[in-house]
């Protein structure tokens, strides 16, 4: 496997107007020759999707909904970062792409990090023109506030949800081209594998969620924008259908997956209430910009009601640990933070599983109206679900599987190793290194999708020719036989144990050995008991149905397959990378007060994994990180 970058010579913050200059462009009567598949309607997507259409190209647009405007993306809530400086509060494109790389522990590439921040302050005005309805101050103008990692206000938002506002602005625009016939979109449809002709992306099989129709697609690119693999945990803050198989498909097929160890570890989540769940429920990062996170001083204390606890009897433990950055602190760090105080037997809550979240400072210094007006849905939400009012008593948080850093792997014009495979937004290995900076998802997808997909997409398409191949070529025959094959087996199995059951066991092994501590002991654990469980799988699974129709426990048995076999390559992953940086924290590589730390001669690097075969183990390569800009540290929010 040859893993070409692609970046651009020159200086840092030349290389991507540079690149978009010398990027082959097709002209617009050639266009209309070429079809583009994308996979997914998120922010990515979506996004890309609209833009492609809207530059002549013929799309297909994939999506398991039943709408695009129920993509995950539209759960994300807290905002979108922007480097405008509006404050003039000593934000800069250089500080958004500085933070981004310190944020993510120095483990991603400088490039594609200040094109990041570049187009950051494109995506504002963008979504400002589409009518996203972003908050605004009694002036008028845009008001943004400050998300965990960086001491500047960044982070724009939209009453509600931001992730919400957002998708409505690209699916008004994809819905135009739709309405153009430029894109043709499929609801319903999931992506089964990918088709690869001569080393080349050339189409998908989907199965219809509806009927079960199994179909051939081909076009002469496909768009990868599926998003993450947080479930692999079972229990985390992603809808529930949320799953790693277009990704791993093509995986399976060539394509190089990336640190698929760094997940991220979100703090503020409403705890576990029980074994019923099937999913957690995310609170926005932002409540912590008035909200301070304590627990009690004394383990005997964690038992009773906070208004009970006084104040000399609270640990602030953020604010002691990180004067700097107090209750900012970035994810990685507030999410261990909490782990240790529950872990001394300090949390709170049932189980002893959670940390409180306390507005009672900021009520009295600036009202309960101010604080309902800024985050009145969340203390809503919060409610609904827990039964308490968190304006007369603290919120209870714990961490949660979130936002996943790896993906496949991509270069510079996000592509991945199978020529014609472009993978946008989370489901690459992202702009993020080792942690990823709360509100920087959204502004990564739309990124992707918006500017830098549509110019880069070029340098491809102008060397091949328009047409796709056949779809009853053999091909496309062989890989559509194959998925029939493999959903047969699975239909056919009459085992005892449903597909539901086999996920539960296997994110209870994947947060016990690979959450948000790890060693090596129990990741050769981990590993033994997936392929334990694997096997048992093979063995009793129960799909009820047959699969001619409707079965949404045939989806879930593909899933949950996909989730065992990338459980076990993660845990491979984080098991060769010995060294603590962000959200991968290994017991063993830890200060004597329990800060991650790097091994940067033997460890920077992206870790690429190229599939082997069934059954054998995937080969391990390295794309050197080169950091001309930035001076390797210690990080420190202290």
Known sequence: MILDSKIPEGPLADKWENHR???????????RKFKIIVVGSGLAGGSAAATLGELGYNVDCFCYQDTPRRAHSIAAQGGING?????????????????????????SRESNVHRLAQNSVNIIDQCVAQGVPFAREYGGLLANRSFGGAQVSRTFYARGQTGQQLLLGAYSALSRQIA??????????????????????????TRNLATGEMKVWTADAVLLCTGGYGNVYYLSTNAIGCNVTANFRAYRRGAGFANPCFTQIHPTCIPVAGDHQSKLTLMSESLRNDGRVWVPKNAEDAGKAPSEIPEDARDYYLERKYP????????????????????????????????YLDFEDSINRLGENVISERYGNLFDMYERITGENAYQRPMRIYPAIHYTMGGLWVDYNLMSTIPGCFVLGEANFSDHGANRLGASALMQGLSDGYFVLPYTIGNYLTTISP??????????????????????QMVSAKGKRSSRSYHKELGNI?????????????????????????????????????????????????????????????????????????????????????????????????????????????ARHEEDLEFENVKLAVRSYK
Request: hydrophobic fraction near 30%; aromatic fraction near 8%; charged fraction near 30%.
């Open 21 to 31: 200059f010398s990027s082959k462009l097709v002209n617009p009567a050639n266009k």
């Open 83 to 107: 480097a405008k400086n509006y404050q003039n509060d000593g934000d800069s494109i250089h500080r958004l792409f500085y933070d981004t790389i310190k944020g993510g522990d120095f483990r």
């Open 180 to 205: 153009t016939g430029q894109v043709k979109m499929h609801v319903r449809q999931e992506m089964l594998d990918l088709i690869v002709v001569d080393g080349h992306a050339k189409g998908i099989i």
């Open 324 to 355: 700097s950055f107090g209750n900012l602190a970035p994810r990685d760090i507030s999410s261990r933070s909490a782990k240790e105080a529950c872990d001394e037997g300090r949390g709170v809550g049932p189980g002893g599983r959670g940390v």
């Open 467 to 488: 047409g796709g191949i056949d779809p009853e070529g053999a091909a496309a025959r062989e890989t559509l036989e194959s998925v029939k094959e493999r959903v047969s």
């Open 510 to 618: 994947m947060w016990e050995y690979a959450g948000m501590a790890r060693s090596e002991k129990g990741l050769n654990k981990a590993i033994g008991e997936i392929q334990d469980l694997r096997d048992d799988f093979n063995k009793n699974l129960l799909v009820t149905g047959h699969g001619e129709e409707l079965n949404m426990e045939l989806e879930r048995s593909g899933r949950v397959r996909d989730f065992l076999d990338f459980g076990e390559l993660l845990c491979r992953d984080a098991l060769t990378r010995n060294e603590s940086c962000g959200g991968h924290f290994r017991e063993e590589y830890q200060t004597a007060d329990g800060e991650a730390t790097r091994n940067d001669e033997d460890f920077s690097h992206a870790a690429v994994w190229e599939y082997k075969g069934e059954g054998e183990t995937p």
